[in-house]
């Protein structure tokens, strides 16, 4: 009898004091990480610390993203489901409480004349009640449901923040893939202008003899095709614009435009720091790694159904035939007692349902590795666009200056009657191409920023405030 009491007292005081639940606790899963990033970069403070406002200085874009943020409907799904997951929280957590509730009621019956000692009797009973019930959490099966709980909900506040993050990503590159656009069509137009003149002029020349038909026809083939170029970019501009205006939660319509692309206001350099970093910035791999959490806590909670549980209630109220008795002393009744259920034979349920948690774990724990790797990858290959970028951008501005140089010197030799029209056009070919090419390179360096800011996890907490916090709670 004493061992049956200190047994209980032992139980009793191992879930009053929270003690160790079954099952595997988690750890963070060890994946390879690589020392230093292969491209060359500054391993210093990374530009993932800098909020998204101090990298993008264009206003326009800042009101954007901040648009973007407030009316995205993939912004308020994510939130909406960060509440969700706070609420379930809340009701898995107190399973872990005392539940007390209340029931009453009147009847009144009369019992069959042919059963019972005394048939036909007419009997009335008035009863208002409180019960108390508690299950013993010994073997931690709720304590690990709550974990798991807590961890879906860092978990779905993580791709929160990651949402986020594609909001404000896809609102820049869009953006500055607009104003490419802009420069590029302000070149075909240039580009038109300046070949409808030519036109002209070869034209005359041509009706005053000077000429030969041969470079009428030349002309004004070049001349189409800047007029091609010109409606093919406003038809890009407009599916652009239309695919912003969706981000930005409105109705397609025209974009703002603020400061043009301006090599000058790019970083000097971008470092992107240590890759250790990256396991707690980036949201997809917290997010990951909180789905692996909270997975291999519903192995221990599923493992705790396997042993007894231990459930107690305790009830009291007033019941009473006569209403006016209901309230005296004799009316009182009570009762406390316990139970204890277990499962005996149900034909390997109980295991096999273990043996599917732990592979769902194991899926959860190799998704976060899969996760891990693919983001170091991704930062790999921004680091590189970055760098291969401003090269690209460097030889192309020099290629630019050329073809000015040459277009001018080509158009005087022309005019003095040295070179035939055909090395004129070829060389204002070569510049209408270099001109584009340049602004598409310049976009590219701006568009690299963009996805190594992005593949760094940048931005993560977009207004500076606190994540929503779960219910402080022990295990």
């Known amino acids: 009898m004493r061992a049956a009491r200190s047994l209980a007292a032992g139980c009793l005081a191992t879930v009053l004091l929270g003690g160790c639940a079954i099952g595997p606790d988690f750890e963070r899963p ?5 020392a230093a990033w292969t491209q060359p970069a500054d391993a210093g403070t990374s530009i993932a610390d800098l909020a998204w406002w101090q990298v993008y200085g264009d206003p326009v874009l800042q009101d954007l993203i901040h648009t973007a943020l407030a009316a995205n409907r993939d912004v308020a799904i994510a939130a909406a489901r960060v509440e969700e997951a706070a609420a379930v929280l809340g009701f898995v957590r107190s399973d872990q409480f005392p539940s007390l509730r209340y029931d009453g009621g009147a009847t009144r019956a009369q019992t069959s004349e042919q059963l019972g000692t005394f048939p036909g009797t007419l009997a009335t009973q008035y009863q208002l009640a409180a019960t108390l019930s508690w299950e013993l959490d010994i073997w931690g099966r709720l304590r690990r449901s709550t974990e798991a709980a807590r961890a879906e909900l860092l978990a779905t506040e993580a791709a929160r923040r990651g949402v986020t993050i594609t909001v404000v990503a896809g609102v820049a590159q869009l953006y ?24 002209l002029l070869i034209t005359t020349r041509f009706q005053g003899g000077v ?4 470079d009428v026809h030349q002309a004004e083939i070049e001349e189409a095709t800047a007029a091609a170029a010109v409606p093919q970019f406003r038809r890009e501009i407009v599916r652009l614009e239309t695919a912003l205006a969706v981000l930005l939660g409105q109705p397609p319509g025209p974009i703002p435009r603020g400061a043009p692309l301006d090599p000058a206001k790019l970083p000097a350099e971008v470092p992107p720091g240590l890759p250790v970093d990256l396991l707690a910035r980036r949201p997809d791999l917290v997010e990951a790694e909180e789905r692996a959490h909270a ?22 109220g007033q019941a009473s035939s006569d209403l006016d008795d209901f ?3 004799s009316a009182n009744f009570w009762s406390i007692g316990g139970g204890i259920t277990g499962p005996i034979f149900e034909f390997g349920r109980n295991v096999r349902r273990v043996e599917a948690e732990k592979a769902r774990a194991e899926q959860a724990v190799l998704r976060y590795e899969g996760a891990v790797l693919n983001a170091f990858s991704e930062v790999e290959a921004a680091l590189a666009a970055v760098g291969t970028f401003a090269g690209e951008y460097e030889a192309r501005r020099r290629q630019v200056e050329a073809a000015v140089a040459a277009a001018r010197l080509s158009r005087a030799r022309y005019d003095g009657g040295v070179t035939s029209y055909l090395e004129v056009l070829d060389i204002e070919r070569s510049l209408f191409t270099a001109e584009l090419a340049a602004s598409q390179a310049l976009q590219g360096r701006y ?3 963009v996805q190594l800011y992005r593949a760094l996890g940048g ?12 219910p402080a709670c022990s295990n």
Request: avoid cysteine; proline fraction near 7%; aromatic fraction near 2%.
């Open 30 to 34: 060890a994946v390879p990480e690589p």
């Open 295 to 316: 997975q291999l806590a519903r192995v221990g909670a599923a493992e705790a159904l396997r042993l007894p549980t231990l459930r107690l209630t305790a009830a009291g």
């Open 176 to 199: 500055f893939a607009l104003r490419d656009l802009d420069n590029r069509l302000a070149i075909a137009e240039r580009t038109l202008a300046g070949r409808q003149a030519s036109t």
């Open 211 to 214: 000429v030969s038909r041969l």
């Open 447 to 449: 568009t690299a920023l």
């Open 327 to 329: 309230t005296s002393g």
């Open 459 to 470: 931005g993560w907490d977009p207004e500076g405030a606190a994540a929503p916090g779960a």
